[in-house]
């Protein structure tokens, strides 16, 4: 069964900084990119940043660049989001997600449940 749980979601001040985690397992995490999305009230979930599989190349939103850092082990199944100096607009709920297409072209693509940033004072 495939599973993608994060944590380290809370309430922060603005310019704090949080470390999201995102434990998988059930696939070969090692063979996905994974990704963090995130979704504010009202707006569209968005592409926060992502990591292939082998963990070299990484490509963030232009709103988070310098930033946020995404990482990844993969002798842990684990890919990481460390946010620094958090503003209110990044207040949303954060999304792993887990995606591959095979050499027949099917496409895997998981979720996870979500964890809720709030970036407050």
């Known amino acids: 069964q495939v599973q993608l749980v994060e944590s380290g979601g809370g309430l922060v001040q603005p310019g704090g900084s949080l470390r999201l985690s995102c434990a998988a397992s059930?696939?070969?995490?090692?063979?996905?990119?994974m990704s963090w999305y995130r979704q504010a009230p009202g707006k569209e979930r968005e592409l926060v940043a992502d990591?292939?599989?082998?963990?070299?190349?990484?490509n963030y939103a232009d709103s988070v660049k310098g930033r946020f850092t995404i990482s990844r082990d993969n002798a842990k199944n684990t890919v990481y989001l460390q946010m620094n100096s958090l503003k209110p607009e990044d207040t949303a709920v954060y999304y792993c997600?887990?995606?591959?297409?095979?050499?027949?072209?099917?496409?895997?693509?998981?979720w996870g449940q979500g964890t809720q940033v709030t970036v407050s004072s």
């Open positions: 059930g696939f070969t995490f090692s063979s996905y990119t």
């Open positions: 997600n887990a995606v591959t297409t095979l050499w027949d072209s099917t496409r895997y693509n998981y």
């Open positions: 990591i292939i599989s082998a963990g070299g190349r990484t």
